[in-house]
């Protein structure tokens, strides 16, 4: 767990913005990875916050930080998806999906699209900054276009920056055992319900209708507390594994508070 202000004794600050900078430099030379959650404010289902990508990857990025290393990003909230315009209005990912054919419909509260050239630039910038600060390892997840976009540019990133990125399906299970292997059905209901259960409410679902922008195993069948807890402790263990062996192979970061020549800008 990490701290968030609350005073609990024993616990690991691994947000990003939380931490000050000696504490920064001490996690980065202990271990030089990031964590980005890629998330989205998109309609999942009446059942789940609008928030539920970044929700669930930063959940999980939080526990594999706080379990051996590395420092969690915040989450972003624009990502790319599929678009269509129908009566010159635009329409996106689930608008189109969730309804049947040449009938889309607006789902409220997305509000995240970027197209791919805007979006693939945008990771540029995070790669390069991170590349920057002392990164050697980048693992990005949450929406799916985001994640998949992510991993296409894998060599880019690479050849351009000197990072090594994977996703968490690369790292964890890309099928059904995976992390947000769905859209708001058993799989996502699931791993929001054991990260953040106070912000699922399934009983918004109605028994004899068919839930809007949920795709995949019902949730109202196959969704649980438990079912979430053991998802995640097995993408935990996997995921941990992996990156622990890609660092042991990696020089050392050596970043250190230094400076010369600073400036007096204090007024008395």
Not at 40 to 69: C, K, M, N, Y
Not at 200 to 214: C, H, M, R, W
Request: contains cysteine; glycine residues 10%.
């Amino acid at each position: 767990m990490s701290c968030r202000g609350d005073g609990i004794m024993g616990c690991e600050k691994v947000l990003y913005e939380e931490l000050q900078p000696d504490e920064f430099i001490d996690r980065i030379n202990a271990f030089p990875v990031a964590y980005l959650p890629l998330g989205t404010l998109e309609w999942h289902g009446l059942h789940l916050p609008l928030g539920s990508d970044g929700i669930q990857s930063r959940g999980v990025f939080e526990r594999i930080a706080a379990e051996i290393g590395g420092i969690v990003l915040p989450m972003l909230f624009l990502g790319p998806d599929s678009a269509t315009r129908v009566d010159d209005i635009a329409y996106y990912g689930m608008d189109v999906l969730s309804f049947e054919e040449g009938s889309p419909q607006q789902l409220e509260g997305s509000a995240y699209h970027v197209d791919e050239e805007l979006f693939g630039k945008l990771l540029d910038v995070i790669m390069h900054n991170l590349s920057r600060a002392g990164f050697r390892v980048v693992v990005a997840h949450g929406h799916g276009p985001s994640t998949m976009m992510f991993a296409r540019k894998k060599q880019e990133f690479q050849d351009k920056f000197g990072l090594i990125t994977f996703n968490l399906w690369e790292l964890g299970y890309p099928d059904a055992e995976g992390i947000q292997t769905d859209h708001a059905a058993a799989n996502e209901t699931s791993l929001v319900m054991a990260l953040r259960p106070e912000l699922v409410n399934i009983e918004k679902l109605s028994a004899d209708s068919i839930p809007v922008g949920v795709w995949g195993v019902d949730p109202r069948k196959a969704a649980s507390t438990a079912r979430g807890k053991e998802l995640i402790d097995k993408n935990v263990k996997r995921a941990s594994e992996r990156i622990l062996e890609i660092v042991s192979g990696l020089p050392p970061v050596r970043r250190e508070i230094n400076y010369r020549n600073v400036k007096n800008k204090l007024r008395a």
